[in-house]
């Protein structure tokens, strides 16, 4: 496995979801990154799909870094057995130090936070910010209606396709790892040419 891939943010629900595809999921994902020896950085907690991907990699023998704002940590959502819990102040440190911390981003079922925080690194990576892979492990093709509004954004125009294309997405965790090691950044988004003339 490449060294940039020695770590990797996942993004997903602090629910478990209506579906154990969507647990089964996590729990894969984990033991996949504890066997291939890949740091697991996510949000902290213990719960819902967080909570079951992290339990995964531990129980893999494998290593799981938490990031969590003291607000959630004083709810007693802060997952007690993890290699290292880094505490932060607000979302946006949080955010910042997971993506400083991982080398590539999976985002795998959940709500607005899941959403937001994949969508955040998918643009910084479309601006050049970070050349990084961002990735979908696409659970019992729950995200179908979100690729089918991303192809929808490309046909009007307001998103291109190769940066559309620069999802990985699967429904397999050893094919995804796979493919995010195989991943080449895309163009940089010709918007900041323009913006900059």
Known sequence: MPERLAS???YCGSNPGNSPA???AADSLGRMLAELDITLVYGGGHVGLMGAV????LAGGGRARGVITRALQAREVAHQGLTSLQVVDTMHERKAAMADAADGFIMLPGGYGTLDEFFEVLTWAQLGIHAKPCAILDAADFFAPLRAFVDAAVSAGFVQPAH????????DP?????????WTPAPVSKW???AER
């Open 8 to 10: 990797v943010a996942v």
């Open 22 to 24: 969507f647990t089964q």
């Open 164 to 171: 559309r294309d620069m999802i990985i997405v699967d429904d």
């Open 54 to 57: 992290a339990d995964a990699v």
């Open 174 to 182: 050893a094919r995804l790892l796979d493919r995010m090691a195989a």
């Open 192 to 194: 900041l040419d323009r």
